[in-house]
């Protein structure tokens, strides 16, 4: 989602600063702050110094292994921000799950072909840290192999979508919010997906082709056509198709126990519904208010905890 900024005083954002020059001298993945909520971790992946936030309810016990949600921030966005704004943690304390929030490099995600920003200029590796992201969470907290979920918005979304494409840890599922493929890819790994997309949606068309909104130029594959690769490669069954308002869910029975869902939404546009409202420079950009029609959080959780990995 387009926006991250927030009136901090001049003291804490001397803190944020001094937190990122010492991720140099920090072995991966180790701890580097604490704050509300969450930690600060550190971690050297290609050559570049990368943090993550990372979420554990005080109530999960580490006796037993946990899921994984990796939340990936839009263009312009940052872990701080997705935390922040579409409701993990308190998913996470209900469930019982473990939440990380990585930041991309100058709040962007190389996500291939027309996106995004500076991340895809300069081809940075974002398959390779999400990869390297894994295997440092693995190290740090016990992780459950089979239950590793990928969710993003936008720039956030179409990383998402990459690394079911490229990306080499077998995660279960994807949850693509407002957003698509930003690239050709010839073939996906088998897993579970849901998509969500706001029908006037004029920064990611959901039909496909430039947007008439943001800054990213070129065009988007369409949705539904960024879908039918998942269902064409996992012997998915045609989608059962059901409607509760404004909102249409499209469910397609794939092979061992998988599912290709789409939920759409009429009348909302470039937003994460259920999320918190837009700040200043969310207007500025142009991004939507969020969807009441649906809590697309909570609908990920219920479709990820359905999901665990099956063998490829």
Known sequence: MFGWLSSMAAPKRVF???????????????????EAGSQVHGLSDGGRERTYRLYRPASLGRQMPAPLVIVIHGGFGSGSQAEGSYNWDAQADLHGFVVAYPDGIRHSWNAGGICCGPAL?????DVGFLTSLINAVFRSDNI????VYLTGISN??????????????PVAAIGPVAGSFSFSCASVHPMSVMAIHGLDDRHVPFAGGQGTKGVTKGSWNPVPASLELFRTG????PPAISKAGPV????????RGREVVLITVEGAGHQWPGGKARGVVQRILGADTPSTALDAT???????????????
Not at 121 to 125: A, T
Request: with cysteine; hydrophobic share 40%.
């Open 16 to 34: 944020a600063a001094i937190l990122l020059i010492l991720a140099c001298c920090l072995a991966p993945g180790v701890l580097m702050a604490q």
């Open 234 to 237: 996992d012997s998915c069954e």
């Open 144 to 147: 459950d192999p089979r239950r």
């Open 156 to 169: 956030g979304a179409a990383m998402a979508y990459r690394y079911a494409c490229e990306g080499s840890y």
């Open 298 to 312: 909570s609908a990920l959780w219920s479709f990820f905890q359905q999901h665990p990995a099956q063998p490829r």
């Open 248 to 255: 249409k869910t499209e469910v397609s029975k794939c092979a």
């Open 121 to 125: 200029r300069e081809n940075v590796d």
